[in-house]
């Protein structure tokens, strides 16, 4: 595995934690053999010390993304044991060379390759030509050319283009050097085991299916609510801002994940085939079904995002996001999916809350039940990952009269909790050839299209168009308006865990 941007947060806070993951399970090939790249003055040993002081640093907090109980010294070397670090400019040619005398050295691994680039984006195309260029893509392919003898695969970080014709032609600019099935762009929201999970309880249970159409089905509300700023990335955040960080990767998703049609077999083409309809059939989102804030100072001295370090004092960038999508195919024709996404916001808390249509009121009319509370189904993506089921009850007395109560499975009181950060199952997908969890060139394209005039809008507006919210609030109101306007409401963010 070769790591480009070796010395940056992305590798030592995620991807090494989630190698060691990888090898404590024993799922790293025995020869498995690590190469940094990146333009720090840094040589082998200076980059395993930084490795480890990271890994360290995460040792028994609980609450760290990747949390670890001890580090187990053998494990540790058997991941970093063979390491090496190679100096280099991005652009430079002698660097490929390098590389490649180094990995032709490298018997052990059978000439795979796994490319992980972890480094900006401006970077993503003119490092996989520079790889092209060196012949480092060239996998030989076996007589009936249904195997390669090794593989050679690239990953790919977010964000992928920064609208639909940057997309479009970054994915063209690497189709040039490397074929799709190399090609892995990456959103790691699709490591998350709960996430997975959708397809699972959609698809593995027959009780669903008929419920999950337009005829049953009200609205569906997915929120991403963090409860973080946007830390020390300023500079990235400036010119990114919450919609394109968050909605048309991570927050589509979590959609398609729900409105696709079952697949014919959880292959990468069929599952991605069925993804890709989702997209396709999406609509162009409308400036006026788009509400963006920005999060303002908060109680207890918390600074508001013009505030942030590398951030501009009259910053229009948005930190928050609710949209109103639409879906034109037979299943979902008609019903509204909200989503929304914030930093400062009250709780953290990613969930998709389906909303059923109700039951009529008529046989209630002469009880004391003034209204009918509708039936949610809530599948809890983090922090508390789980499914809930909320549904009316008699609420026990003499008189007829309901109470909405919720019926809840937590993975914690089922599965023990393994030391997971998410990116283990991808890293180890791209390792075995598995593309399913993977976006290709046409969905990046699309979900890029159906954000294009929003951001468009958005980009001739005065700064000062952007809505304030106070951090630790739930986004700015006017995101409410989305909903009322069709009579929903947003569910509560901070929810107490009892039915509304
Ligand atoms: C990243 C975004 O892709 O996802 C961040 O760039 C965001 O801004 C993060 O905080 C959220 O991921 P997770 O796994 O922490 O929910």
């Given at each position: 595995?070769?790591?480009?941007?070796?010395?940056?947060?992305l590798?030592k806070?995620?991807?090494v934690?989630?190698?060691y993951n990888?090898a404590?399970?024993?799922?790293?090939p025995e020869?498995f053999?690590?190469?940094?790249?990146?333009?720090?003055?840094l040589?082998a040993?200076?980059?395993?010390?930084s490795?480890?002081?990271?890994?360290?640093s995460?040792?028994?907090?609980a609450?760290?993304?990747s949390r670890?109980?001890?580090?187990?010294?053998?494990?540790?070397?058997?991941?970093t044991g063979?390491?090496s670090y190679?100096?280099?400019?991005?652009?430079?040619?002698?660097l490929?060379n390098?590389?490649?005398?180094q990995l032709?050295?490298?018997?052990?691994?059978?000439?795979n390759?796994?490319?992980?680039l972890?480094?900006?984006?401006?970077?993503?195309?003119?490092?996989?030509q520079?790889?092209?260029?060196?012949?480092?893509f060239?996998?030989?392919?076996?007589?009936?050319?249904?195997k390669?003898?090794?593989w050679?695969?690239?990953v790919?970080e977010k964000?992928?283009?920064h609208?639909e014709?940057s997309?479009?032609?970054l994915?063209?600019a690497?189709?040039?050097?490397?074929?799709?099935?190399q090609i892995?762009?990456?959103?790691?929201?699709?490591?998350k085991?709960?996430?997975?999970?959708?397809?699972?309880?959609r698809?593995?249970?027959?009780m669903f299916?008929?419920?999950w159409n337009?005829?049953r089905?009200?609205?569906?509300q997915?929120?991403?609510a963090?409860?973080?700023?946007?830390e020390s990335?300023?500079?990235?955040y400036?010119?990114t801002?919450?919609?394109?960080?968050m909605v048309?990767?991570?927050?589509?998703?979590?959609?398609?994940m729900v409105?696709?049609e079952?697949p014919a077999?959880f292959?990468?083409?069929?599952?991605r085939?069925?993804?890709?309809?989702v997209f396709?059939?999406?609509?162009t989102?409308?400036?006026?079904?788009?509400v963006?804030?920005q999060?303002?100072p908060?109680p207890?001295?918390?600074a508001?995002?013009?505030?942030e370090?590398?951030?501009?004092?009259?910053?229009?960038?948005?930190?928050?996001?609710?949209?109103?999508?639409a879906?034109?195919?037979?299943?979902?024709?008609?019903?509204?999916?909200?989503?929304r996404?914030?930093?400062h916001m009250s709780?953290?808390?990613?969930?998709?809350?389906?909303?059923?249509?109700?039951?009529?009121?008529?046989?209630?009319?002469d009880?004391d039940v003034a209204?009918?509370a509708p039936?949610w189904?809530?599948l809890?993506?983090?922090p508390?990952?789980?499914?809930?089921l909320?549904?009316e009850?008699?609420?026990p007395?003499?008189a007829?009269?309901?109470?909405a109560v919720?019926?809840?499975?937590k993975y914690?009181d089922w599965?023990?909790?393994?030391?997971?950060i998410?990116?283990?199952t991808?890293?180890?997908d791209v390792?075995?050839g598995?593309q399913?969890?993977?976006?290709?060139?046409?969905m990046?394209?699309?979900?890029?299209?159906?954000v294009?005039?929003?951001?468009e809008?958005?980009?001739?507006?005065k700064?000062d168009?952007?809505?304030?919210?106070?951090?630790?609030?739930d986004g700015p109101?006017?995101?409410?308006?989305?909903?009322t306007r069709?009579?929903?409401a947003?569910?509560?963010?901070?929810?107490?865990?009892?039915?509304?």
């Amino acid at each position: 595995m070769v790591i480009f941007g070796a010395g940056g947060d992305l590798t030592k806070r995620l991807l090494v934690p989630a190698l060691y993951n990888l090898a404590t399970t024993g799922l790293l090939p025995e020869h498995f053999e690590l190469i940094g790249v990146d333009l720090a003055d840094l040589d082998a040993g200076k980059w395993r010390d930084s490795l480890l002081e990271m890994m360290q640093s995460f040792v028994g907090k609980a609450a760290s993304e990747s949390r670890i109980d001890k580090i187990d010294e053998a494990t540790w070397k058997r991941l970093t044991g063979r390491l090496s670090y190679i100096k280099g400019d991005f652009g430079d040619d002698g660097l490929y060379n390098e590389l490649k005398r180094q990995l032709d050295q490298k018997t052990g691994t059978g000439g795979n390759c796994l490319f992980y680039l972890a480094i900006a984006d401006r970077f993503f195309g003119p490092v996989v030509q520079n790889l092209g260029k060196a012949g480092l893509f060239e996998e030989n392919w076996d007589q009936d050319g249904k195997k390669p003898e090794h593989w050679r695969h690239v990953v790919i970080e977010k964000p992928f283009g920064h609208d639909e014709e940057s997309a479009k032609a970054l994915n063209a600019a690497i189709l040039r050097c490397a074929q799709e099935h190399q090609i892995y762009r990456i959103d790691h929201f699709l490591g998350k085991e709960t996430v997975q999970n959708i397809m699972a309880l959609r698809f593995a249970n027959g009780m669903f299916e008929p419920l999950w159409n337009r005829d049953r089905i009200d609205h569906v509300q997915i929120t991403v609510a963090e409860t973080v700023g946007v830390e020390s990335r300023g500079r990235f955040y400036e010119k990114t801002g919450a919609l394109r960080d968050m909605v048309p990767n991570h927050v589509f998703q979590l959609l398609a994940m729900v409105a696709m049609e079952p697949p014919a077999g959880f292959d990468a083409k069929a599952v991605r085939s069925r993804k890709s309809d989702v997209f396709a059939a999406m609509r162009t989102v409308a400036p006026e079904d788009a509400v963006r804030g920005q999060y303002g100072p908060g109680p207890n001295g918390v600074a508001g995002y013009r505030q942030e370090k590398d951030v501009a004092p009259d910053s229009g960038t948005e930190t928050y996001v609710a949209m109103r999508l639409a879906i034109d195919n037979w299943r979902w024709a008609g019903v509204p999916f909200y989503v929304r996404t914030g930093k400062h916001m009250s709780r953290r808390v990613s969930e998709i809350a389906i909303r059923f249509k109700p039951a009529p009121y008529a046989p209630f009319e002469d009880t004391d039940v003034a209204a009918l509370a509708p039936n949610w189904l809530l599948l809890q993506i983090q922090p508390d990952e789980g499914i809930a089921l909320q549904f009316e009850v008699k609420r026990p007395g003499p008189a007829v009269d309901l109470a909405a109560v919720r019926m809840a499975f937590k993975y914690a009181d089922w599965f023990p909790k393994e030391p997971n950060i998410g990116y283990e199952t991808l890293i180890y997908d791209v390792m075995t050839g598995d593309q399913t969890l993977f976006n290709r060139a046409d969905m990046v394209e699309e979900t890029w299209r159906v954000v294009g005039k929003v951001l468009e809008n958005w980009s001739q507006e005065k700064p000062d168009n952007v809505l304030n919210y106070a951090s630790g609030s739930d986004g700015p109101t006017s995101a409410d308006d989305l909903l009322t306007r069709q009579g929903h409401a947003w569910r509560a963010v901070a929810d107490d865990g009892h039915a509304h």
